[in-house]
């Protein structure tokens, strides 16, 4: 058995802390995403004019979600930059499909059989 000394008692309390951090962070951000989810829920039944109004609210708070998500939970907060130029080019990808769907919405095709 490895004898208690000052050196070990600190660290012991370092990791304590360290671990404590995370637990009340991962709280938080629990607690965010019941809020955001029963916002999302409220904001369902608001009407924003038009249809593509209600779908770019619900997904800036989605946007927002996820964020919080993949900043906390996925621990990107922390990461190299490598890993925020990959999430970056498929940031942009995902943004580049929305927008062909939309440009889809606008302008259907129309076939005529």
Same mark, same amino acid.
């Given at each position: 058995?490895?004898p208690?000394t000052e ?8 990791? &304590?802390h360290? +671990?404590?951090?995370? $637990? ?5 951000v629990?607690g965010?995403? =019941?809020?955001?989810?029963a @916002?999302?829920v ?10 593509? &109004?209600?779908? +770019?609210?619900?997904? $800036?708070?989605a946007?927002?979600?996820?964020g919080?998500?993949? =900043?906390?939970?996925?621990h @990107?907060?922390?990461?190299?930059w490598?890993?925020?130029r ?7 990808f ?11 919405m606008?302008?259907p ?5």
């Amino acid at each position: 058995m490895e004898p208690i000394t000052e050196h070990s008692h600190a660290a012991d309390h370092d990791a &304590a802390h360290h +671990v404590n951090t995370h $637990v009340k962070g991962y709280i938080l951000v629990g607690g965010l995403l =019941a809020f955001c989810t029963a @916002l999302t829920v409220g904001l369902s039944y608001v009407n924003f004019g038009t249809p593509q &109004a209600n779908i +770019v609210v619900a997904m $800036v708070l989605a946007t927002f979600k996820v964020g919080c998500v993949a =900043a906390i939970f996925m621990h @990107l907060k922390s990461e190299k930059w490598t890993i925020y130029r990959i999430l970056l080019i498929t940031v942009l990808f995902a943004i580049g499909l929305f927008a062909l769907t939309g440009l889809a919405m606008s302008d259907p095709i129309r076939l005529n059989f």
